[in-house]
């Protein structure tokens, strides 16, 4: 059994790598199965897991991790579909950023206009960061706006530097009102904006919280939405406060639409220019196991293994 640090996941992999995984996972959902996400906690401490089986890719595995004061410590777990042996333990502080956002970006490149031109990114975290090289990878823009609480300024030249993209500081509401993409990465309990102020054609993606008792989206924009998108609908229908929370009446989840189901062209949706498209995410196993497959491969590759 091998192990895999996160220094060597960030030179094994890289956005692109993360994006084309993705979209094999989710294309081939229905060839395996999921653990939805457990948690448990005593005081202070929560211990999360979650996991799935991929036997087209011979692996099998779960994802665990820590919460303490608010901070994370990751760890995924694989084991071989063939003869069951346990192949490596992966440090995933790393993986998590990059799948978190490569599931966002095969979101936007199945859901979001081509013509975009303004992406609108409200957080300023490492899921924020995260996102803009991701969507970057699927989509042309000419500007991108960062709203946040604090360190947007910052956020915003970095960006620019790193992109050569003009980005720059804006509160939530301009953020939500300009976007064509909008992505919102933030641990808000409450809605960080009215759903009116988003314009028609957008796509949102809403990633910062996989609570059930927290969200970032109200009611009135999950109501304008054409079309509703999750990762797992099983998983979402216990954990996603974005669509939990609303009044009911506001939505039918018979009318929710599974990422995989947009990837493999299984839905009946087709996208309307004017159509105003919502991704609510909130992580699942399928993705960590199916970037740890690459990883590890990688590594095998790498360390003749």
């Known amino acids: 059994m091998k192990l895999i640090t996160n220094q060597q996941v960030a030179e094994l992999i890289n956005t692109g790598d993360a994006i084309d995984a993705m979209r094999q996972a989710f294309a081939g959902i229905g060839q395996g199965a999921q653990q939805a996400r457990m948690r448990t906690s005593a005081g202070p401490v929560m211990m999360s897991s979650m996991g799935a089986l991929l036997p087209a890719a011979g692996i099998a595995g779960y994802k665990l991790y820590t919460t303490i004061n608010g901070k994370f410590h990751f760890v995924t777990v694989l084991f071989s579909t063939e003869d069951g042996r346990?192949?490596?333990a992966?440090?995933?502080?790393?993986?998590?950023?990059?799948?978190?956002?490569a599931a966002t970006a095969v979101a936007a490149d199945h859901l979001a206009r081509q013509d975009v031109a303004t992406l609108a990114v409200i957080g300023t975290g490492v899921q924020a960061h995260s996102h803009v090289p991701a969507l970057l990878a699927v989509r042309k823009f000419k500007e991108i706006l960062i709203a946040g609480r604090s360190g947007q300024q910052q956020f915003a030249e970095q960006v620019t530097q790193q992109t050569g993209i003009p980005a720059r500081a804006v509160s939530i509401d301009e953020a939500a009102q300009a976007g064509d993409v909008v992505v919102t990465v933030t641990r808000s309990a409450i809605p960080l904006f009215s759903g009116d102020l988003l314009q028609a054609g957008a796509f949102v993606a809403a990633v910062g919280a996989s609570k059930g008792n927290l969200r970032e989206l109200d009611d009135r924009a999950i109501a304008r939405a054409n079309a509703l998108v999750v990762e797992w609908k099983p998983q979402a229908q216990q954990e996603a406060g974005d669509l939990l929370l609303c009044q009911p009446g506001t939505f039918a989840w018979e009318q929710v639409w599974e990422l995989g189901q947009i990837v493999d062209g299984s839905s009946t949706y087709r996208r309307q220019p004017d159509d105003l498209v919502i991704y609510k995410a909130i992580g699942v196993g399928l993705e960590d196991i199916a970037l740890s497959g690459l990883v590890y491969r990688r590594a095998c590759e790498r360390f003749g293994w």
């Open 86 to 88: 346990p192949l490596a």
């Open 90 to 101: 992966i440090e995933s502080d790393t993986m998590t950023g990059l799948r978190t956002a």
